[in-house]
Structures are given as C-alpha cells and as structure tokens.
C-alpha cells in the first residue's frame, strides 16, 4: 500500500523560504506521478506542482514559478518542495499526492493517494 508522508512545513516571514520533503513507501514508483498540491481555510485544493518520477520533468502552477522547485531522490524514495520568496498568499496546509499514471494532471481527484498534509504559515 502506498503511503505518503510529509514534513518540513512551520511558520516562516514573509520572504523567508523552506523545504517540504515527502517520503514515499509501498511500491516503485517508475511510472509515477509525485505532486504538490495546497488547500488555503475555506478554499479548495490547489495544484502547486508535480515531477514525473521516472523522466524528472517538472510542471508548476503560474504564481509559483520561479520560487518553488519540485524535485526527487530516487535512493531516499523522497520528493522535495524548495519554496523560495514565501509570501502570505502561500499559507495553506501542503499535500503531498501520487499518480499512478505519470506526472501533469493538475487536478486533485486524478491523484490516487495523498499524505497527511503539512501546515506552512507564511507571516506579513
């Protein structure tokens, strides 16, 4: 069974910058999907970013491009969120989620399994 965990979220100012890791257990994920998505009080589920597993290629919502970058080791079984430029508009609990059938979807229902969530708080 495939199992996410995420880490790394905290109160950071404005500016300020952090990491997300997520660890993925249960299975390869060679064909996989790994995404970023967020979901700010009393908003919906946001796509933020996602990489394909196997190729590397990365694909990014337009208000963080530029300051986020996805990335993924393959040894640690573990994807990384670098947030950089952090502003207000970026808190929200962060989601890490899988796709079974590769990277790109931008929608939260395509993705089969997601981990607990990681609060950031971005301070003006």
């Known amino acids: 069974q495939v199992q996410l965990a995420e880490s790394g979220g905290g109160l950071v100012q404005d500016g300020g910058s952090l990491r997300l890791s997520c660890v993925a257990s249960g299975r390869a994920f060679d064909n996989y999907g790994l995404g970023w998505f967020r979901q700010a009080p009393g908003k919906g589920r946001e796509f933020v970013a996602a990489?394909?597993?196997?190729?590397?290629?990365?694909y990014y919502t337009n208000s963080v491009k530029g300051r986020f970058t996805i990335s993924r080791d393959k040894a640690k079984n573990t994807v990384y969120l670098q947030m950089t430029s952090l502003m207000p508009d970026d808190t929200a609990v962060y989601y890490c989620a899988a796709d079974w059938r590769g990277a790109g979807r931008v929608q939260p229902e395509e993705y089969e399994y997601w981990g607990q969530g990681t609060q950031v708080t971005v301070s003006s």
């Open positions: 990489i394909s597993w196997f190729t590397g290629s990365t």
